[in-house]
């Protein structure tokens, strides 16, 4: 099995909340593992990718208001 590779968001600078993200498993796997970056040994979300680009989508265009 292919190993996750995380990052997190340009946006996450703000050296609180976050969460990382690994891209490389969508093709081979069909799923994005979300995890919290600042607990690195914590279980991680496989996300199916379908639903991870609707969510992305959905932040983009507002659709859950602003902070």
Do not use: W
């Not at 909340?17 to 994005?32: F, P, Q, Y």
């Not at 593992?33 to 265009?61: Q, Y």
């Amino acid at each position: 099995m292919t190993e996750p590779q995380f990052f997190k968001s340009s946006y996450s600078s703000n050296g609180g909340d976050c969460v990382e993200v690994a891209a490389n498993l969508v093709a081979s796997h069909g799923v994005v593992p979300v995890r919290d970056s600042k607990n690195l040994s914590s279980p991680v979300l496989d996300i199916p990718a379908g639903a991870f680009a609707s969510f992305v989508a959905s932040v983009k265009s507002g659709e859950f208001g602003t902070a």
